[in-house]
């Protein structure tokens, strides 16, 4: 199996995507939902749980918004009429939520915290599919280091950078791969680039 930690220059709504395509088989099959945001309440996350509101109806897409506020949490739920859990930031409750669904979408930020870190655990230990908004690149790096192997034995997708900090960073090499085809011709093709990528070369240069 290939490496399962992606960088996706996208949005959220790509789990939706990957979950109606992935099309999950055996017990994550069986699971109450295909997709739960998690930190639903906050700036980011609301947006993206009433972007799933407009354009997933409940009949498409088995979906739900979680956050650590009751009261928070289940006030949007009832104006975007979805389903909800509360989930308390221990490893019992996040064990619980990552286990209720084939993938979490992540916008509880800062994602280097130990509340950061043991969610992308449980969705480890689960079989679970993740996403985030996260652009702490360092915490990235470590995140490969010490659970790509795990990530791959259980068939875990994690997937960070998607969207909010890596945007300005995407919009700048798209802008730099126009110039480049008006300039060279349509057929003008960049290297592969990732912030992780830079990110190693500043360090090994820098440091």
């Known amino acids: 199996m290939q490496v399962l930690f992606w960088q996706v220059p996208s949005s959220l709504s790509v789990t939706v995507r990957d979950a109606r395509m992935r099309a999950p ?31 997933y109806p409940q009949t498409e897409l088995r979906w739900a918004i979680a956050g650590r506020s009751a009261s928070k949490v289940s006030v949007l ?27 979490i979408a992540s916008a509880a930020g800062p994602f280097a915290s ?17 996403a985030d908004i996260s652009g702490e690149v360092p915490w990235v790096s470590e995140l490969m280091r010490r659970l790509q192997a795990r990530a791959v034995e259980a068939g875990s997708l994690i ?29 003008a093709r960049l290297g592969d680039a990732t912030m992780l990528g830079a990110w190693h070369w500043h360090a090994s240069n820098f440091s």
């Open 25 to 55: 088989v055996g017990p994550r099959g069986q699971r109450e939902f295909d997709v739960v945001i998690f930190g639903a309440t906050g700036c980011c996350g609301s947006l993206t749980a009433e972007h799933y509101a407009s354009r």
């Open 114 to 130: 130990p509340s950061g870190w043991a969610l992308v655990e449980a969705c480890v230990n689960a079989g679970t599919d993740y």
């Open 77 to 103: 739920a009832a104006k975007l009429n979805c389903e909800f859990r509360v989930a308390s930031l221990d490893e019992g409750g996040l064990d619980a939520l990552a286990a209720s669904t084939a993938c």
């Open 159 to 187: 997937v960070p950078f998607c969207g909010i900090d890596s945007v300005p960073v995407d919009l700048a090499l798209l802008g730099l791969a126009r110039r480049a085809r008006a300039r060279f011709g349509p057929g």
